[in-house]
């Protein structure tokens, strides 16, 4: 795998004198070698060939380092400074960026404050659910600006994905994984990518298949100028990097999932198909996230082999059965459901919906359907902008209930449960939606939150930055209004968030997702 001796390059690369007498901390990976050193990190290309990877020659590896500058600076723009040829100067010394004759190349970037790795913010329990929602929206709009790769992805990139991990679990995963679970695992990947493969193609044909990031996952993200930045995205293999853009969201959600983490994914997932309105891609999502998690077990088990630490070899083993029993459930999502929650303005159903949605459903969770953020949508305007009474004519709330319905319906056949939360103070409107479920064959719960009206006068007062503009004007003609006899499942709202959420959570029980936790408000 190794096609040139690169010691004394990475001796040069390691010495402070390169770095103006900086102290150098070096960090191996099986392709590459970063240099940290003040305030740059210069990564080199390993002069190495894999069946997945080409960095056998010098020309090759600028080439990469190029494509990496352009790739990158598409979300981290602040990291990636250049390219930097490392030369053979007249009196044979080496050099960065000197008058002789390139001999390697380097990829230079600014350092960063590694305690903002996002992965180092999970594993300390400090990773913040409100960067959740930026977040999304940075991989969001990294994929709506993506080049579009009609030439990749569909069935055939998912199939070659499946094959490569039904390789590596009878290759890497001898003997470290069951071999039951792995035929059973390729089995059924294949079963789902039969019965999805006319979706997968048609995505592709339609430019769902973009040049994504290919290794999005919490390690590669950071917290740079308190902005969610994703870095190191694959450059060097378009089968891997150029995906449906849901394969490329499931790394992420995955991550969050496995590290117990599912409030942070269902408000990623959310927050993505509001950036992107790409509802139909929930249909490939189970088999995206258990793709995912198949890799995951295979490189685990491909680590672990080459660990000479007893202890961490077996931590390395159990990771990968871990992902591989994960990806095994993922396949077999439970049956979606379609709850509405109603209730006027103040009674908590934005936070009772987004503290149900995580365990609602099949992985990572529910999606919220809210009637204030559709009506802003509608009328052209920002989530956060106020609209006059032009906005809440009773011609403009028809249009957003039949728009929420018709959201919820997509979401539904598409296999994910979903959680409309809006008044729904019309009877015509609850009727509505509960004709969604039955023509989708699936249940429908309707909650109703009640609260006496100076309760929601206080709560609607108190708001700050958020979607809905109800104020006790609002609330006072709401409560004057006869919302008709209501059938839904009545609870009283004026209590505490968490005891609201315990009573619905008997309610849903059986839509919760196996061992679940009760979620926080």
Request: charged content about 25%; overall charge neutral.
């Amino acid at each position: 795998m190794t096609t040139e001796d690169q010691t004394a390059i990475v001796e040069f690369l390691a010495s402070p004198s390169t770095h103006g007498g900086e102290e150098v901390r070096r960090i191996d990976t099986h392709a590459s070698v970063v240099f940290l050193a003040g305030s740059r990190a210069w990564k080199l290309k390993r002069a190495v060939r894999y069946d997945y990877l080409d960095f056998s020659t010098a020309d090759r590896r600028r080439a990469m380092c190029e494509a990496e500058l352009r790739i990158n600076r598409r979300t981290a723009p602040g990291i990636y400074v250049g390219v930097t040829p490392v030369t053979r100067e007249p009196d044979g010394s080496l050099a960065l960026g000197g008058a002789g004759a390139p001999v390697d190349w380097v990829l230079e970037m600014t350092r960063f404050d590694e305690g903002g790795l996002f992965d180092r913010l999970a594993a300390g329990g400090r990773l913040d659910l409100g960067l959740m929602r930026p977040l999304a929206v940075a991989v969001a709009e990294l994929h709506l600006t993506a080049e579009r790769r009609y030439d990749h992805g569909g069935t055939a990139g998912m199939a070659w994905v499946i094959d490569g991990n039904a390789a590596g679990f009878a290759d890497q995963g001898l003997g470290i994984l069951e071999p039951a679970a792995c035929a059973r695992v390729t089995r059924d990947s294949t079963r789902a990518l039969e019965s999805l493969s006319a979706t997968l193609d048609a995505r592709r044909a339609d430019g769902f298949v973009r040049q994504c990031h290919g290794d999005l996952h919490l390690r590669n993200i950071v917290l740079l100028d308190g902005r969610p930045t994703p870095f190191d995205a694959v450059e060097f293999n378009d089968e891997i990097a150029c995906i449906d853009v849901q394969y490329d969201l499931a790394f992420l959600l995955m991550d969050l999932f496995r590290r117990q983490m599912p409030r942070h994914a269902n408000v990623v997932l959310n927050g993505y198909l509001a950036a992107t309105g790409d509802i139909d891609g929930l249909a490939l999502l189970a088999l995206f996230l258990s793709c995912r998690a198949a890799v995951r077990a295979k490189t685990s088990a491909t680590a672990a082999r080459l660990q000479t630490d007893p202890e961490a070899r077996r931590e390395l083993e159990d990771l990968a059965r871990e992902y591989l029993d994960r990806a095994e459930r993922l396949l077999h999502p439970p049956v979606p459901s379609l709850v509405a929650i109603g209730g006027l303005s103040g009674s908590g159903k934005s936070t009772l919906s987004h503290a149900l949605a995580p365990s609602l459903g099949a992985v990572p969770g529910a999606v919220v359907v809210r009637t204030d953020e559709i009506r802003k949508r509608l009328c052209g305007v920002s989530p956060l902008a106020r609209l006059g009474p032009q906005g809440y004519t009773p011609e403009v709330s028809q249009r957003v209930y039949a728009a929420a319905a018709a959201e919820a319906s997509r979401v539904v056949r598409s296999g994910h449960s979903a959680i409309v939360d809006g008044v729904f103070a019309r009877p015509g409107d609850r009727d509505a939606i509960t004709q969604v479920a039955a023509s989708a064959a699936v249940a429908f719960t309707g909650l109703w939150l009640d609260a006496p009206g100076s309760v929601l006068m206080d709560r609607t007062a108190r708001r700050t930055a958020d979607v809905s503009d109800a104020d006790s004007a609002v609330v006072k003609a709401q409560v004057a209004q006869d919302s008709g006899p209501i059938a839904w499942r009545r609870l009283r709202a004026e209590r505490a968030a968490g005891t609201v959420l315990q009573d619905s959570v008997a309610i849903l029980a059986p839509f919760l997702q196996t061992g679940s936790a009760v979620p926080e408000t």
